[in-house]
């Protein structure tokens, strides 16, 4: 299972971008990276997955570069409601997929 | 937009007694998790269950565990002989298809107090 590593918590201000770069340095040919978000008292929420270069949806931008050792999380122009926590993870996209969490990254967006 | 519910959203419950976590998945899903997180630690994966039966299972889900389908739409996790450390919240997920295993759907989670 390959171990991520990210920032415990990151700071930033309402309409600033926000990059929570992930280390995942064991990664395997199968893996896919996957982030999730949770606010307090509440379920995580799938934001995005990917397995390389760059995928974009409504939410969010998930830049891996071509080792995908790493990857990085982009929220454009945050506001107050997205602070939460942000989780990484890597896993194989099929099967019976246990999602396994870290500790994640705290964001804290002020006005 | 469909979504996980679960059932009760708290539940306070003495030592020793049996609780009974519901859960309705979303309708199409074929794969059903149970994690829990104590507070201010991590999400952590208690069982998954597919084709009516545990697929998979962690070192957390002991014999003081047990999780069913019942119907076709309800996903229940018993807990025999609550423990205090057995106080958390407790999340089910459900998920579609083989090929998006990463993308669960989670659910508000219940609040398990153990006094």
Redo the contacts between chains.
């Keep these: 299972l390959a171990k991520t590593t990210q920032p415990i918590s990151m700071d930033s201000y309402e309409g600033q971008e926000v990059n929570i770069t992930c280390s995942h340095n064991n990664i395997a040919t199968n893996d896919?990276i996957?982030w999730y978000q949770?606010f307090p008292?509440?379920?995580?929420?799938?934001i995005i997955?990917g397995y390389k270069t760059k995928v974009t949806n409504e939410v969010a931008s998930l830049f891996i570069p071509a080792d995908r050792k790493s990857s990085t999380l982009s929220l454009p122009r945050v506001s107050l409601s997205d602070t939460a926590v942000y989780?990484c993870?890597v896993?194989?996209?099929?099967?019976?997929?246990?999602?396994?969490?870290?500790?994640?990254t705290m964001l804290l967006v002020s006005p | 937009e469909p979504e996980v519910t679960q059932t009760p959203s708290h539940q306070v419950t003495q030592m020793g007694q049996e609780v009974i976590l519901r859960c309705v998945p979303i309708s199409n899903h074929l794969y059903f998790y149970w994690y829990r997180q104590i507070l201010g630690q991590k999400v952590e994966f208690l069982v998954s269950f597919y084709n009516n039966e545990i697929s998979e299972k962690s070192e957390i889900f002991d014999d003081q565990f047990s999780v069913e389908r019942p119907d076709g739409s309800n996903f229940t996790l018993k807990i025999r002989s609550t423990k205090l450390e057995d106080s958390a919240m407790y999340f089910c997920a459900s998920r579609e298809d083989h090929n998006l295993a990463n993308e669960q759907f989670f659910g508000p989670g219940t609040r398990l107090t153990v006094l």
């Design positions: 896919y996957t949770q008292s509440q379920g995580p929420r799938f997955q989780y993870l896993a194989s996209n099929s099967g019976y997929s246990t999602l396994t969490f870290g500790k994640g």
